[in-house]
């Protein structure tokens, strides 16, 4: 290396003429360039370290989530990376970020979005975790931070009464079959929009959730029995061409055979409830709570409803624990037993 440093010094004359001076700077530079390694390598200790802005990791991160996971995840991640890079720039190193910063930054979002900051905090939680992976940053702050306890809220659901009140005001046909599916299958409405004729069998009345074209959000395929109201719903829809087992058709579509998209399914739903002077909170996701409420009610078990539901953990399911009241009120009988009709006691005496 010395000696490498010491041709660059030589090779500086300041009698030199302008041209020669000119040449002798190119020459310097790549001599320089000839050099570095040797420098590099003289330096174990130094780490160079490649600087990655926010601008780079969100493109990075963005692009992954789209190839590999459903488009209304992909847009969540979006929003989330988007709030977080307008509160510090794109121009920001991810490595830069501390956790200080991290709790400046949720404190903002509690207070910009305060009813959906958890979700993104949620979101942006598992993007570090792959900056963690791929080698940008170290630590994950996401997870140090610890958030405010949310009450809990037994999700909002309805009735078959109110089901047909709210059908009654959906003009378009397709968009009402939907619905009355999605109330007696408890489908989400992903799952709908994309379901296939081959994985819908009448015979067997059985319909199959999940395949190699679709992937469901937990990742795991499932079967929904399927009960007369919905039979009758999909009986009706049976194209006039000939089912074949590996039909992959849609059931719901428009007449170009493409798919509805979530998005126009769920703002005629939402206007069909506000017609209807139903519960504000109710939305098409409300279909699914009130298939796995409705048979709670009517005793079925929380481990069968995990199952057609497709939740991963029974710990999901048991937000409906409450609506089986057959044990909570087998639990207060035990109070309806003989009991004193009165108990008078004289005045300065006492039970003990």
Known sequence: MENGVQNIMLSSNPETSSGQVISQRERLLEMLFEALPELLQSMPNAQVKEIITLRVFTEEYSNLIKQNRSTAYYNSVVISLKHFTDFFGLQRS????????????????????????????????????????????????????????????????????????????????????????????????????????????????????GDEDFTTKGRNQRYIPICDEAFEVL????????????????????????????????????????????????????????????????????????????????????????????SLKDAIRTFDGPHPKSLSLKKGEGLF
């Open 94 to 209: 991810i490595q830069s970020i501390g956790l200080k910063e991290v709790e400046s930054f949720i404190s903002h979002l509690q207070q910009k979005v305060n009813k959906g900051y958890r979700v993104y905090v949620r979101t942006l939680k598992a993007a570090f975790n792959k900056a963690i992976d791929w080698g940008y940053i170290k630590e994950n702050y996401f997870i140090k931070v610890k958030l405010p306890k949310k009450q809990k809220v037994n999700p909002v659901y309805i009735n078959s009464y109110q089901l047909l009140a709210i059908s009654n005001q959906i003009e378009n046909k397709i968009v009402r079959e939907i619905v009355i599916l999605g109330f007696y299958t408890g489908m989400r409405l992903n799952e709908l929009v994309n379901l296939t004729w081959r994985n819908v069998n009448l015979t067997t009345r059985i319909i199959t959730v």
């Open 235 to 326: 009986s009706k829809r049976i194209p006039k061409v000939h089912i074949v087992h590996n039909d992959k058709s849609f059931v719901f579509c428009k007449s170009n055979g493409f798919p509805f998209t979530g998005d126009f399914i769920s703002k005629r739903f939402k206007s069909a409830c506000k017609a209807a002077g139903t519960d504000k909170a109710i939305h098409f996701h409300s279909l699914r709570h009130s298939f796995a409420s409705n048979l709670a009610q009517k005793g079925v078990s929380l481990y069968t409803i995990k199952e057609l539901l497709g939740h991963s953990s029974i710990s999901t399911t048991e937000i409906y624990s409450h609506l089986n009241m057959d």
